[in-house]
């Protein structure tokens, strides 16, 4: 079973790290495609904020796109390469506030703005990271004599 999809995976893990910890579904695989994982904040934040905390999370510099000037309540979120314009409409569908995800292409944008949605999108690899510290944590518990090493990379995406 892929990361993305564990209830301890990428998406989850990083509901949590933003302070998301209301997961209302965890991301999932429907008909060969990803389906955004959904959370929800207990207050709302401005979107502002939210850009703030994604790039200090993830520790770089993300892209934000807004596209309305609702507060944030409910997030949309597809770690990785989350560019499919179905999967934003998934997330409009599950009335998200906000979509995030680690790579887009031109539509992604355009199709966002059509829809109304902010987008933040950071890059593949550090979206998904928490996913694989998680994955660590759990082997490690298994295995307490493990010593875990991150290896830090340059961000080149």
Same mark, same amino acid.
């Given at each position: 079973m892929p990361l993305?999809?564990?209830?301890?995976g990428t998406c989850t893990s990083l509901f949590n790290a933003l302070g998301i910890? !209301?997961? $209302?579904?965890q991301s999932i695989e429907i008909e060969g495609r990803s389906q955004p994982g959904i959370g929800e904040f207990q207050i709302p934040i401005s979107f502002q904020e939210l850009s703030e905390?994604? !790039?200090e999370v993830l520790s770089e510099n993300v892209k934000s796109w807004k596209n309305s000037d609702k507060r944030?309540?409910?997030? =949309?979120?597809?770690?990785? *390469? =989350?560019?499919?314009?179905q999967s934003l409409r998934d997330a409009h569908y599950s009335e998200c506030d906000?979509? $995030?995800t680690g790579e887009k292409i031109l539509?992604?944008?355009?199709? *966002?703005?059509?829809?109304?949605?902010?987008? $933040?999108v =950071? !890059?593949?690899?550090?979206? #998904?990271?928490?996913g694989v510290r998680s994955l660590s944590e759990k082997i490690k518990e298994q295995y307490d004599y493990l010593e875990l $090493? #991150?290896?830090v990379e340059d961000h080149f995406e």
């Open positions: 993305d999809y564990a209830e301890f910890n !209301s997961v $209302i579904q905390r994604v !790039s944030i309540k409910r997030v =949309g979120i597809i770690t990785g *390469a =989350g560019n499919s314009t906000v979509y $995030i539509y992604t944008v355009q199709y *966002a703005k059509f829809i109304k949605m902010n987008l $933040i =950071g !890059s593949h690899t550090f979206t #998904e990271i928490f $090493i #991150e290896l």
